[in-house]
């Protein structure tokens, strides 16, 4: 399945994407689970699933506002220097642990949403990503088990804000500024990826390609990554983790390459989605 959520007549809602038609899940299900993590707190997948089979589409795509595939995520971990390429345009060394940095909620938007150029900086730089998100909790989960664990896959784009990211050691607040973080169009489940290292990922800024890079270039698996997450706190239904970036930032060019007002990014990764934002600036 294709799962997005979406607001239709100023509701919020769910649904099952079958090519530009959704089938509106949580107009029958709402009651119980009212958003895509409560489905996942409640292990409901297969129950979307089949609904989805017998159920008619409702809304055309063209109709609805996408949101963030999960819009009340509890934690969102973003992986750094996971692509060997990126690691050496950035000049560093490698390291035997993934870097791990935060998000925070409400610096995401959605598929077709404006993403937020903050006025305090000029350096705004494109990171397209693979986000997974977390289906069935844990702590200690082992690199066997850890695919159990996924729930699907979305596009993710960490804008950045490189001066502030690197005004100390702390890369926290160039990660945060709201409306930083683009996330969807959708989650895709596992099903529908059967050769995961086959995909490859590319990021278009106004129809040109910046990066592109396969998922088989990761250099921490995702099974390496859930198990260390889990390893010093519990993953929860819902959860996001950003994978990391490959090589081609903006930050890295010369002379360098920074989104601007105006400018539209793309991050596609195939079999899984594309999604597609206007920069703006802050207001």
Not at 104 to 126: G, M, Q
Not at 245 to 259: A, F, I, Q
Request: proline fraction near 7%.
């Amino acid at each position: 399945m294709k799962l997005v959520t979406f607001e239709a007549g100023g509701k919020a809602s769910y649904g099952s994407l079958a090519g530009d038609r959704i089938i509106d899940l949580g107009a029958s299900l709402g009651p119980r689970y009212p958003d895509i993590r409560a489905v996942l707190e409640a292990g409901a997948l297969p129950e979307l699933a089949r609904l989805a089979s017998a159920t008619a589409a409702t809304h055309s795509l063209a109709d609805v506002k996408l949101l963030p595939v999960i819009t009340n995520p509890r934690k969102i971990f973003c992986v750094g220097l996971n692509y060997k390429t990126h690691v050496i345009e950035t000049k560093r060394s490698d390291s035997a642990y993934p870097a791990i940095f935060t998000r925070f909620a409400d610096t995401l938007v959605a598929h077709d949403a404006p993403l937020f150029k903050p006025n305090i900086s000029n350096r705004f730089d494109f990171e397209g990503e693979l986000a997974v998100v977390i289906g069935k909790g844990g702590r200690n989960i082992t690199q066997a088990n850890a695919l159990d664990h996924i729930a699907g896959y979305a596009c993710f784009n960490d804008g950045s804000v490189r001066d502030w990211q690197r005004h100390t050691h702390q890369w926290t607040p160039g990660k945060n500024f709201p409306g930083t973080g683009a996330f969807g169009p959708c989650l895709t489940t596992p099903d529908e990826v059967p050769d995961f290292g086959a995909q490859t990922i590319t990021t278009r800024l106004n129809g040109e390609v910046v990066q592109h890079a396969s998922l088989s270039d990761l250099i921490f698996t995702l099974p390496v990554i859930i198990e260390y997450l889990s390893a010093f706190t519990p993953l929860m239904p819902g959860d996001v983790v950003a994978t990391g970036t490959p090589g081609g930032v903006g930050d890295k060019r010369e002379p360098p390459l920074y989104m601007k007002d105006g400018d539209v990014v793309e991050v596609e990764i195939t079999g899984i989605g594309l999604l597609r934002n206007v920069v703006k600036n802050e207001v």
